[in-house]
């Protein structure tokens, strides 16, 4: 069975702080697509960046990096001096190509920063 | 231009009613999904359609029935309401059914049971 655990329910920083939010999934697929997605607090869902399961080339967009690591089954995404405009809940999510191609989520951390 | 477009965006109703949430998607895509997420924000998903054809039916309620009358749309259909049906629904599209393509989302409706 796929899952995805991220075990941070709330995290508050103080804006210019570095923050990482922790995604760990399972799956016993060798292919597979690992997401992040941002809802702010207006509630539409953003997709931020995917992963292949064969590559772990890690990314840095600007204030955003993600850190994927198969050993340890972990996605993680890291904004660096963050502000008051990424609070928002951050979804991890994975999809494998049987079962019907589902998506499925974690169940989110929510981010707030202060200013 | 909306890509992916649901209405209504709010649905206030009574136990017991039929209501109904439409999704049209200009994006071209050939998957359509219908996401439901909680008061605790978790989302789940309950249906999938490919080129109109169900593929994904998750262990949902028969009162809630999925109607694709082409793939650019995705209507959900809720019959006999009742309080716990009280959720932000999301509809999403993707061009394919696997692979790396991610969701593309509507804005939510938010159905309050009462």
């Known amino acids: 069975a796929q899952k995805v655990t991220q075990a941070q329910t709330e995290i508050s920083v103080v804006e210019k702080e570095d923050v990482t939010l922790d995604c760990v999934y399972e799956t016993r697929d060798t292919t597979y697509y690992l997401f992040w997605y941002k809802q702010p607090p207006s509630g539409e869902l953003v997709f931020l960046i995917r992963?292949?399961?064969?590559?772990?080339q890690n990314e840095i967009s600007g204030r955003y990096s993600w850190n994927f690591q198969k050993s340890t089954s972990s996605f993680n995404f890291t904004i660096t001096a963050s502000q008051v405009v990424d609070s928002a809940v951050y979804f991890c999510a994975l999809r494998v190509n049987t079962g019907g191609f589902k998506t499925i989520f974690g169940a989110g951390t929510r981010l707030f920063v202060k200013a | 231009d909306t890509a992916v477009s649901q209405t209504p965006k709010y649905l206030v109703t009574q136990m017991g009613n039929d209501k109904s949430i439409k999704c049209e998607q200009n994006l071209g895509h050939d998957t359509m999904y219908w996401y439901k997420q909680d008061s605790k924000k978790f989302l789940k998903i309950m249906f999938s359609y490919n080129n109109k054809e169900l593929i994904i039916n998750e262990t949902v309620p028969n009162r809630f029935s999925p109607k694709s009358p082409d793939k650019a749309h995705l209507n959900l259909h809720i019959n006999s309401l009742e309080l716990g049906d009280s959720a932000v629904y999301f509809c999403?599209?993707?061009?394919?059914?696997?692979?790396?393509?991610?969701?593309?989302f509507g804005n939510g409706t938010r159905l309050t049971v009462t």
């Open positions: 999403a599209s993707s061009p394919g059914q696997g692979g790396n393509s991610p969701l593309h």
């Open positions: 992963r292949n399961s064969f590559d772990e």
